[in-house]
């Protein structure tokens, strides 16, 4: 019964009447979103050639107006201008300093193009915020502290908060750290990278209000914070050593006497005190080399060349550390010790232990392939 209702059906004109329409919905419906992804297309792309146009030009009109006061400068009228000068000046505080970085912050405030961004941050869209704060961060003018802080205490976005903290570091002083270090213990917000990035952005904005004594204070008050988790000072101990600030060699010797049972502390001292090129502390190297750990034996090793002769006998020991980790850095520093460390691994190429050998002659041939 069923069998025959569908072979009638299939044969009636109706059902053909049906598909038909349906095709012809289909193809018009499919004919419509192929014009409005083409109307779309060209949209985006008179849009950008017309921001690329506008910020050509006011690249030229900012230029000019360095060298010429009176140059006029138009302020923008839409939101694609003020794109397009945000642009401009954003770029230009990246790679200018001094009276040329003071000039281009005084016109962004002539033609209003930090109000705007302000204003932006009231948008309902996260990514419309996340650029007004990135751009914001950029001009790094003081009197933005509070607007960031703002952010970080009213913002439920989370791609949002690390922006606002960096747009912050930058323009930090010592009653901004509590609020910055808040969201930075934390552990599972961001990584221990983007920790030292921002503490490398707090050490420069220290330097550029000469304060460099104030913050080797504000440094040891965060190193016996009780409260402040370990992890976080390893992070700033590695900034200090990235943004290469030495006043703050004493304090990192103290920190790795201090944290002697945290091997990422020790870690940290240790790369940071490489960094200074601080040869005088050799001691400190000779007792790494002998280490319990493998860690910190293998990451003392890796720029023990940096000091005298005198710790090649306990890098020729290393040769034969249990660790590749270790016996690896251990001959790559002998090799760059010049004559007396190639000597070293010369003669341990007829080593009897397997291991020493191989990485002694593993060295030799790759300073042979580099010559």
Known sequence: MITEFIQALM????????????NVLLFIVTFLLFLVLLFHKLHVERRAKRLDELRETYLADLARRFYDPSHP????????????????????????????????????????VDAYYRRMLESRRWVRRFVAVEKLGF??????KSVFETVLAEEKDHRIIPKAVWA??????RSDLPTINQVLKNPLFMSSKFNEYIYTNIIRSFREHEQEALFVEVLGELMADAELPVLLK???????????FHPA????LDCFSRFHDVAEMRIACIRTLERFSAVDEEWLLSECLRDPDWRIRG??????????????PPLRDL???????VRINSALALAKMGEAGLDVLVAETQSEDRFVRDVSQYVLKRLIYAS
């Open 299 to 312: 990451v003392a090793a890796k720029n023990a060349y940096l000091y005298s002769p005198n710790i090649i």
């Open 139 to 144: 001009f790094r003018f003081p009197e933005l």
């Open 168 to 173: 912050l570091s930058v323009i930090a002083q």
């Open 11 to 22: 044969g009636s004109e109706t059902l053909r009447n049906i598909i038909i329409i349906i």
């Open 319 to 325: 040769l034969h550390d249990e660790s590749y980790h």
């Open 234 to 244: 390893r992070d700033i101990i590695q900034a200090c050593g990235a943004e290469m």
């Open 249 to 252: 060699q004493k304090l990192v």
């Open 73 to 112: 400068v138009s302020p923008p009228g839409n939101a694609l201008e003020y794109e397009a000068l945000g642009n401009v000046v954003a770029t230009m505080l990246v790679n200018v300093s001094g009276e040329m970085a003071v000039n281009v912050r005084r016109c962004v405030r002539e033609l209003g």
